[in-house]
């Protein structure tokens, strides 16, 4: 009697059990017909059920534990006897080298990756959209107040960086030994201890613009760990 006291209330709620209606059954036994309805019942109850979380979990955004981010950046190098004013700066660092990144920023390629990295991770739009190239007000700006910027946004958002791996990928000059004081500066502007930031540099076995010494990238994986 509960059962068919409940069922009565599912088929005044549900749309879908009107297939069920008397109309179509009258072929059928009542029998029959009471078989199908509670089955039918059950599994709406069911359904709707489903329906209900998906419902609730698409209005509100998941609060993830962790967040994970990638990041690559790419910048055209020239001579630097051609063009003085140019400079390769890695990780905040500047590297001695006889070609400069072009761009309109100091071109670190670095934190660029780093900035794409965090704001990856945290759904954001890219370094581009954040910080465009064709505002005055970036141009010539050291790469630092971009991480700033980026760290700011995570605390925004409730999370703390976790561990971060990046990849420079230049055929010269050569990065080993520029590495720890990159890695110690990039720990130091991101706020963390040295021990969860990790940088390593790799040549392009001598193809492609980055093998031909005309470019340097870098690939960035970051992971943010809900505060
Ligand atoms: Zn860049």
Redesign the pocket.
Known sequence: MTMMMTSTTTISSSSSIHHFSGRSCTTRSNNELRRRSKTNITINTKTNKIRNKIKAAAAEPPVLPYRVGHGF???RLESTAEFPELKLILGGIEVPHDRG?V?H?D???L???VVDAITGALGLPD?GQLFPDNDPKWKGQT?DVFIYEAIRLMKEAGYELGNIDCTLIAQRPKISPHKEKIKKNLAKLLDVHESVVNVKAKTHEKVDSLGENRSIACHTVVMLIKA
């Open positions: 950046d790419l910048h990144c761009a920023s071109g670190d390629v934190l660029h990756c370094i790469s």
